[in-house]
């Protein structure tokens, strides 16, 4: 998984990685499977809507999952999208286009905070469904069922099999890198904020050191963090009302 996170976010076409090409290869997702996950795209059109329907049954029954959602156009909307990635996952081309719909589910994932658990168990519900109407139309019952044989089953449950785990493989990488990023940017501005504070406290500090020398003419006179700047103004105007009313007491005296 390491290898495809760094892959899939290299924005180099799928041809060319070769972390990914070493993934399909080692699961066996060579010409024959995808030929076998092409054949069962006219099953999956078929058999995926009535599996979403009781997924998303789940979701609503769910306080957990239900809460992901705002309203039932929402869950129709996410339904909807689901059943066009699953004709993506059945077109067994792992181009740039099959990247940019995982790509989308996983940082949209990472985004309203799904964690990959709730993700892997749709899946499983999915399976579960598809695999049971596979069985029914390979294996008919009766003495007039006339039925695919038991290894031509398991290859086309295989492919299916295979295409899922790399789907979810792919999502999930996507999604913990989405998260990585997340943190990358919250750290990098922590630090930023950091310096600036540490600058602000540095020319504070010799501002002051000036004044208790008894130089009432000392001032910030250096460029701060926007979110300083109000305190800039109001230290130099306070040093400027300061110098002017000492001055004002001397001319008195």
Do not use: C
């Not at 076409?13 to 069962?40: K, N, T, V, W, Y």
């Amino acid at each position: 998984m390491l290898a495809l996170r760094g892959a899939l976010n290299t924005g180099r076409p799928m041809s060319e990685h070769g972390a990914i090409g070493e993934q399909l290869d080692f699961i066996g997702m060579d010409a024959e499977a995808r030929a076998a996950l092409r054949r069962l795209k006219p099953f999956v059109e078929a058999a995926i809507g009535p599996a979403l329907e009781d997924f998303y049954g789940r979701i609503r029954a769910n306080p957990a999952t239900r809460a992901f959602f705002r309203d039932e156009a929402h869950i129709g909307t996410a339904q909807n999208r689901q059943a066009r990635h699953w004709a993506l996952i059945t077109d067994a081309d792992y181009s740039d286009a099959y990247v940019r719909g995982v790509r989308k589910i996983g940082e949209t994932h990472a985004r309203i905070g799904l964690e990959p658990r709730w993700y892997i168990a749709g899946y499983a519900l999915i399976l579960e469904r598809l695999f049971a109407d596979l069985l029914r139309e390979d294996q008919p019952k009766g003495l007039l069922g006339r039925g695919r044989n038991v290894e031509e089953t398991a290859k086309r449950m295989g492919a299916l099999l295979k295409a899922v785990m790399l789907d979810m493989d792919f999502a999930i990488s996507i999604y913990l890198d989405t998260l990585q990023a997340e943190r990358d940017r919250l750290e990098a501005e922590r630090r930023a904020a950091e310096r600036e504070q540490n600058a602000m406290v540095s020319a504070l500090g010799a501002a002051l050191a000036r004044i208790s020398q008894g130089d009432l003419r000392a001032r910030l006179d250096v460029p701060v963090a926007p979110e300083f700047e109000a305190l800039k103004a109001d230290f130099n105007s306070a040093m400027g009302s300061l110098e002017a009313a000492v001055a004002a007491a001397s001319a008195v005296a």
